[in-house]
């Protein structure tokens, strides 16, 4: 069982920057690629950054060049360092880890004001 704790989230100006932070615990040895979803108000969620216990990284066009992802693996956290942001980028920022299952966060609200 892997437990996933979000933080970082809160209110921003357009153009600000915002660092989430995901802390996993428990079988964190299992996890495997970790990610960042979101979903905003009466939309999908959707996959914004995803990164593989490798390294690589995958990203959405709608953040690609704005938000880089990253972990530290002896930690057991994740980042994701949100810049030029913008009002669309509001939504449940959801922390993500594939081990023996799926894994998910309780989400962490990112308010974005032009």
């Known amino acids: 069982q892997v437990h996933l704790v979000e933080s970082g989230g809160g209110l921003a100006q357009a153009g600000g920057s915002l660092r989430l932070s995901c802390v996993a615990s428990?079988?964190?040895?299992?996890?495997?690629?970790m990610g960042w979803y979101r979903q905003a108000p009466g939309k999908q969620r959707e996959l914004a950054a995803r990164?593989?216990?490798?390294?690589?990284?995958n990203y959405a066009d709608s953040v690609k060049g704005r938000f880089p992802i990253s972990r530290d693996n002896a930690k057991n956290t994740l980042y994701l360092q949100m810049n030029s942001l913008k009002p669309e980028d509001t939504a449940v920022y959801y922390c993500?880890?594939?081990?023996?299952?799926?894994?998910w966060g309780q989400g962490t609200q990112v308010t974005v004001s032009s």
């Open positions: 428990g079988s964190t040895f299992s996890i495997t690629t």
């Open positions: 993500h880890a594939v081990g023996s299952r799926l894994y």
């Open positions: 990164i593989s216990s490798g390294g690589i990284t």
